[in-house]
């Protein structure tokens, strides 16, 4: 028997939270190299430079820096997205006149993931925007654009609320919606997929595959997402980081001004970390949503 809608809200919630605690501590460093490229492009000769002169800097703590808000961040935001991706999946029912245990095709699934993308950008704007904030700290204060870095969660928290007010943490609000709205269709669509076609090989139900096929979804999902939106998140990276000098230009601006004066190339600079870390980092949230999900699930059968 199903669950109630309001306990199985709070199973997607929890599964949502697991999974994106396993998504950060898998590859946090890798992200990290990441934001470091998109924001300060010329400073670093590849990815392997990158983390090699974060380590030599500050040590292994450098790559690890942004830990505590991109757990707070992927918790938020992983909860409120596959709260929400199951609550959009019982709309699509409705609307299309289904029953509420009817298994939706994989586009409803992607569809459904979309719009729930929406309602988590909400939460992921402000925890993303410090994190940016904490990993490009130290190319801010070298390159001589901010004076004193800070160097701790509630410094950056201060300093936006002291100089932009509560308004500051949504800076790149629109571009981190512009991003999750096709990217979380390219990423639901793509694990529906691929869990499928595994499904049809292995001849067996979606839900009894194992940890390979979960994780080499998961991972498939997050390729085909950043693949999609990556300069979309580059812009977001840049607004996010770029804004605590002063008045930063939207969404538009921002992207017409890297793409005249830096090149296109500038807007996939740190592509590779990202596609590197996105097969242990998506694996690692898919495998700690649907296992816990599965383990709370059978709790109700």
């Not at 925890?127 to 001589?144: D, F, I, P």
């Not at 950056?156 to 990217?183: C, D, N, W, Y």
Request: hydrophobic share 45%; aromatic share 10%.
């Amino acid at each position: 028997m199903a669950p109630h809608p309001a306990v199985q809200a709070v199973i997607d919630l929890s599964a949502g939270a697991v999974g994106g605690a396993a998504c950060v501590f898998s590859g946090q460093p890798l992200d990290t190299a990441k934001v470091k490229m998109q924001t300060f492009p010329t400073m670093y000769r590849g990815f392997i430079h990158c983390v090699t002169a974060t380590y030599k800097q500050v040590g292994l703590r450098g790559l690890y820096q942004g830990t505590t808000p991109a757990l707070m961040a992927n918790i938020a935001e992983n909860s409120v997205l596959f709260m929400s991706y199951g609550f959009c999946q019982q709309v699509i029912r409705l609307a299309a006149g289904l029953h509420r245990d009817t298994v939706l095709s994989d586009m409803q699934k992607a569809c459904a993931g979309s719009v729930a993308s929406i309602f988590s950008s909400l939460v992921l704007c402000p925890t993303e925007l410090v994190k940016c904030r904490l990993q490009a700290m130290y190319e801010m204060e070298a390159s001589g654009k901010i004076g004193k870095s800070q160097n701790t969660v509630w410094s950056v928290v201060k300093s936006i609320m002291r100089h932009e007010g509560p308004q500051g943490f949504f800076q790149g609000l629109t571009t981190t919606i512009a991003r999750e709205v096709p990217g979380y269709f390219c990423f639901f669509g793509a694990y529906e997929l691929s869990r499928t076609a595994f499904a049809d090989y292995m001849k067996c139900d979606k839900d009894d595959l194992g940890v390979a096929p979960i994780m080499f979804s998961g991972g498939f999902g997050g390729a085909c997402l950043w693949l999609v939106v990556y300069p979309m998140d580059c812009v977001k990276s840049r607004i996010q980081v770029m804004s605590m000098t002063g008045k930063q230009g939207g969404f538009f601006k921002t992207f017409m001004n890297i793409a005249r004066t830096e090149g296109v190339r500038a807007l996939y600079s740190g592509l590779t970390p990202t596609l590197v870390r996105t097969f242990p980092a998506n694996g690692a949230l898919f495998l700690g949503y649907e296992a816990s999900r599965k383990l709370m699930m059978k709790q109700f059968d």
